[in-house]
């Protein structure tokens, strides 16, 4: 079990379910890192006393520290405070739950500096996975995934031998909240539609690409640069009821599934802890009650989003960067009512075919990917 754990990302859904999961296994708590909420950020810096606190800007840095003048945590901010937070001596493990391309320098510095990293910011490999985990190996530095998805099939590879057995990996999909509509009923759903997951809860941004599917796409991209696979080995299936998380299927024929009741707190847990288990404040899975399991294929035609992960993820280079640059971009202006549920797909595919394509990117050259793609997004929007 880690000894010390720095946050990135405790205001929001996933750390603080993180902080719930260091109140059970009782861990200190190096340092914490959020967006612009300083009153709730405020509240942990209380109860969990950090050397470090990092805010988002300068201003809500400044409200942090009128907060919290009486402790000794030192309040810092922006890129430079939040790669402060991923590298803190103290710390062995980094919990990175930032949203977005904002996590990939910081999730680089702690592979760097050795420390264990317990991974919930997906853009990180979907933009930058092979160059990531060619450092973790360089660093020799444990990821361990905390997306209930790649957990699930981190569980189920435990012990394995060899890659050369894994026929192939299948992530589950809930589906979202638009589940069996097709592209007419889906043209006149609303924002408030899209924000009502039916299995978790989470945060906008992701909950929105839940309901498009990207999500899943993301996960796809994910889970081939985690496990080192070709896209083709990669499958999703939709399985509503978000009971088992994902499953591996062997050579063989074997089928290995992880189960659980749908709460984030299993996999952060595991990611602190692995290699071993502890008890977890999580009701257990009752399989008498849970209710029957199902299984459908996903609607490319109705969800387009999953099918250009998957083409982005074939290509590789930057197409990845790009897709999920546009992504977070439309996604923004989407849920700002600025643009239409399908336009999302629309603009990502169109700064796919519009940003320059770049096989094997530097660091660089996927941030600036990545920003030509927000700037494409917004530059199509206007017309």
């Not at 950020?41 to 990092?54: E, G, S």
């Not at 300068?58 to 309040?75: F, M, N």
């Not at 952060?268 to 404040?281: D, G, K, V």
Request: proline share 5%.
């Amino acid at each position: 079990m880690v000894q010390c754990v720095s946050i990135l990302g405790s205001t929001g859904s996933i750390g603080r379910q993180t902080l719930d999961i260091i109140d059970n296994l009782k861990i200190p708590v190096a340092a914490l890192t959020a967006g612009n909420n300083a009153e709730r950020m405020a509240q942990q810096c209380r109860k969990y006393r950090p050397q470090l606190a990092v805010m988002a800007s300068q201003e809500a840095a400044k409200q942090l520290q009128a907060a919290i003048s009486d402790l000794p945590t030192r309040v810092s901010f922006g890129e430079e405070g939040l790669i402060e937070a991923a590298t803190i001596e103290n710390a062995d493990c980094v919990i990175t739950a930032v949203v977005g391309m904002v996590g990939l320098k910081p999730t680089l510095a702690a592979i760097r500096a050795g420390k264990r990293i317990g991974l919930a910011n997906k853009e990180t490999l979907v933009c930058a996975g092979e160059l990531v985990m060619a450092e973790a190996k360089k660093y020799n530095t444990e990821i361990i995934p905390v997306d209930s998805e790649h957990s699930a099939i981190f569980q189920c590879l435990m012990g394995n031998r060899s890659k050369e057995e894994i026929k192939r990996i299948i992530l589950t999909c809930s589906g979202g909240p638009f589940f069996g509509m097709d592209k007419e009923q889906l043209k006149t759903v609303t924002k408030a539609d899209a924000l009502r997951h039916p299995n978790w809860k989470m945060g906008p941004k992701i909950t929105i690409d839940c309901a498009t599917l990207m999500n899943k796409g993301l996960e796809v991209i994910e889970a081939m640069r985690l496990y080192d696979l070709p896209v083709e080995q990669v499958d999703v299936v939709i399985h509503r009821q978000s009971i088992v998380h994902s499953m591996v299927e062997f050579t063989d024929g074997a089928v290995m599934a992880q189960l659980g009741a749908p709460d984030m707190r299993l996999p952060i847990q595991l990611a602190m802890t692995y290699p071993n288990r502890a008890n977890c404040p999580v009701d257990a899975l009752d399989l008498l009650t849970c209710g029957s399991l199902t299984f459908a294929a996903p609607d490319m035609d109705a969800f387009p989003c999953l099918a250009l992960a998957r083409r982005c993820a074939k290509l590789g280079g930057t197409a990845c960067p790009v897709m999920n640059g546009a992504n977070e971009e439309a996604v923004a202006m989407y849920l700002q009512d600025e643009i239409g549920f399908y336009d999302i797909y629309d603009l990502v595919a169109k700064a796919v075919d519009a940003v320059p394509f770049i096989k094997n990117p530097t660091l660089e050259q996927i941030l600036e990917a990545d920003s030509l793609a927000r700037q494409a997004v917004r530059r199509m929007a206007k017309y």
